[in-house]
């Protein structure tokens, strides 16, 4: 089973099949085509800011190496195990990136592939309209008029000054 976070506007109201049509799923784990074309995967999902980052990082980082006399297989090693991070919090950028967009994680499903997590997502999404219309709402409490003696500041009571 594979988990996938659901990412839908602020505004979006459940129930709304129109809002759920903006949905976006984020498949969560290792991300071999980011792992391979970071920065390439990057823009190709519309991340420019963590695109320009991570290709100023990626510069950085091959410019150290060699600046510092690294051996060419210890550095292979080392772009190795940072493309490994990248593929390891790409989805976590993605997410990061639809948050900052207004986008947030409304829900987690877990499901064997994509279109039964959407499926599933859907279902929830629809069904907690449902729901919400059927609890009731309590009415409101009518407001309690503060008495002098029971305001005390910083938390101290009345009583504990006498």
Not at 35 to 45: A, E, G, I, K, P
Not at 89 to 101: G, K, P, Q
Not at 136 to 154: D, H, K, M, S, T
Request: net charge positive; aromatic share 10%.
């Amino acid at each position: 089973m594979r988990t996938y976070t659901v990412h839908l506007p602020r505004d979006a109201k459940p129930g709304d099949p129109a809002a759920y049509e903006r949905a976006t799923l984020v498949r969560d784990g290792f991300n071999w085509a980011a792992f391979f074309f970071s920065v390439l995967w990057m823009l190709w999902h519309r991340l420019w800011l963590a695109a320009l980052l991570t290709l100023i990082v990626l510069v950085a980082f091959s410019m150290a190496l060699d600046a510092l006399g690294i051996a060419q297989d210890m550095a292979a090693l080392a772009s190795l195990l940072l493309a490994s991070l990248i593929g390891l919090e790409a989805s976590t950028l993605r997410r990061w990136t639809y948050a900052r967009r207004g986008m947030p994680i409304v829900d987690v499903v877990s499901a064997p592939d994509h279109d039964a997590a959407d499926a599933l997502a859907c279902r929830r999404f629809m069904d907690r309209a449902a729901a919400a219309a059927s609890v009731p709402v309590p009415p409101p409490l009518p407001p309690r008029a503060a008495r002098r003696e029971e305001i005390a500041p910083f938390g101290f009571s009345a009583e504990g000054a006498r």
